[in-house]
């Protein structure tokens, strides 16, 4: 079993950043490949960002690359989000995710965190 608990969610105007953490306990971290998905009010859960297990990989969707940059330390057994020039569109609460399946994926996720909101005002 592994938990996932994000942090760091908030209320920032457009332009804006802000970092979500996710800390996760139970079995081994480091053997996981770690994604943050997304969901708006009236949506599917989207795919974010995911990681490797070693943090060599990174893939992000469309709608953030350039903007969002996900991070690991399995040190800590965290992984990280830091979002920068925020956009009312990426309003929506934000899920951490463990898994083996294929990483853009929400199958390929066996835990999930709870979710923190994060608001982003014009």
């Known amino acids: 079993q592994v938990q996932l608990v994000e942090s760091g969610g908030g209320l920032v105007q457009a332009g804006g950043s802000l970092r979500l953490s996710c800390a996760a306990s139970g079995r081994t971290f480091s053997n996981w490949h770690m994604g943050w998905f997304r969901q708006a009010p009236g949506k599917e859960r989207e795919f974010v960002a995911t990681?490797?297990?070693?943090?060599?990989?990174?893939y992000y969707a469309d709608s953030v690359k350039g903007r969002f940059t996900i991070s690991r330390d399995n040190a800590k057994n965290t992984v990280y989000v830091q979002m920068n020039s925020l956009k009312p569109e990426d309003t929506a609460v934000y899920y951490c995710?463990?898994?083996?399946?294929?990483?853009?994926?929400?199958?390929?996720?066996?835990?999930w965190g709870q979710g923190t909101q994060v608001t982003v005002s014009s």
């Open positions: 990681i490797s297990w070693s943090g060599g990989n990174t």
């Open positions: 995710a463990a898994g083996f399946g294929p990483a853009t994926m929400r199958s390929g996720y066996n835990y």
